[in-house]
């Protein structure tokens, strides 16, 4: 991927970035990384395992394609192609009940610490 310190701004293609997947049952591949926000694809595979830890940074997940669960904290939501999710930092959640393989749209943003 392009080094964001060369442009001020870059155009990026899903499907171009989807090729750049290896094929692994779960896998996220980064494809933009500036000081205050970093974004990156999420594959998981029907069935798979989510094994995700809190995040430093708040998060927001957009859902390009699939269906599951998402849990965050005590709570269950249902997600599929379209939802869009926004996730605090430090806080638990996983995908499970993977029922379609899922693509997702990750962004991190840097959350500022006092």
């Not at 933009?32 to 995700?52: E, F, I």
Request: negative net charge; aromatic residues 10%; charged residues 30%.
């Amino acid at each position: 991927m392009a080094d964001m310190a060369e442009s001020a701004w870059q155009v990026f293609d899903i499907s171009d970035l989807e090729k750049h997947l290896e094929g692994k049952p779960v896998e996220y591949r980064e494809f933009l990384n500036v000081p205050a926000l970093s974004c990156g694809l999420y594959h998981l595979d029907r069935g798979s395992t989510d094994m995700q830890s809190p995040h430093d940074d708040d998060e927001i997940y957009f859902v390009l394609r699939g269906r599951a669960r998402l849990k965050v904290g005590d709570t269950t939501h249902d997600v599929s192609t379209g939802s869009l999710l926004y996730v605090q930092a430090t806080e638990e959640h996983s995908f499970f009940e993977i029922e379609e393989d899922m693509t997702l749209l990750v962004f991190f943003a840097s959350t500022p610490r006092d």
